[in-house]
């Protein structure tokens, strides 16, 4: 017989959300710039030519990554805020019912 109990824990959904917020936060107060050395610094026009072109690169690719976490994060908020809505209107409606009241109703899906 299956069971159908399941638990979510709330504090490690806000906990990744939150972490994953602030490493898009970290990210974008830094720019690639910051970790690459400047022309200057490398003495060659050439070498420097390959390295502005990495560079343009790995900063394409750091910004498409940190689109996707912050829809990533955005999304496990929602989810954390869903299960604790949904958990509140459980302790309302179980407490209702152990003071003898009817609980309040509310469709599946609804606010």
């Keep these: 017989m299956p069971s159908y109990d399941?638990?979510?824990?709330?504090?490690?959904?806000?906990?990744?959300?939150?972490a994953t917020?602030?490493?898009?936060?970290?990210?974008?107060?830094h720019d690639i710039s910051d970790f690459v050395p400047g022309e200057a610094a490398l003495g060659s026009a050439v070498v420097w030519s390959a390295v502005d072109e990495f560079q343009e690169r790995w900063e394409r690719g750091v910004n498409d990554m940190v689109r996707d976490i912050?829809?990533?994060?955005?999304?496990?908020?929602k989810v954390a805020l869903t299960y604790?809505?949904?958990?509140?209107?459980?302790y309302e409606s179980?407490?209702?019912?152990?003071n003898g009241t009817t609980?309040?109703?509310?469709?599946?899906?609804?606010?």
């Design 94 to 98: 179980l407490s209702a019912l152990g």
């Design 70 to 77: 912050e829809e990533c994060s955005g999304r496990i908020g």
């Design 6 to 18: 399941f638990a979510v824990d709330l504090e490690a959904l806000v906990k990744a959300a939150q």
């Design 103 to 111: 609980p309040r109703l509310r469709p599946w899906g609804g606010g």
């Design 84 to 90: 604790a809505e949904f958990d509140q209107g459980g």
């Design 21 to 29: 917020a602030d490493a898009v936060t970290s990210v974008k107060d």
